[in-house]
């Protein structure tokens, strides 16, 4: 889970799951799955995507607030 919180924090920074991909040399699918399934175990939507690439959610924000400070 915690490769996975590394992940949404560079998908938060980038604003946008394909660069974070092309940034991180990672599948766009596997990085998509990878934010899916760390959204189920949370229970809540970190990420609402768009056209134009993603936008954090509420919890998202807050998450991303602490895990950023952290890191």
Excluded: C, W
Aim: no cysteine; net charge negative.
């Amino acid at each position: 889970m915690l490769d996975d919180l590394h992940l949404f924090i560079e998908i938060a920074r980038r604003n946008s799951m394909s660069q974070a991909a092309k940034d991180l040399g990672l599948n766009l699918s596997t990085l998509s799955r990878r934010m899916q399934g760390l959204e189920e175990k949370l229970a809540e939507p970190l990420l609402q995507r768009t056209a134009r690439g993603i936008v954090l959610t509420t919890k998202g924000e807050q998450l991303y607030s602490e895990l950023a400070e952290q890191v």
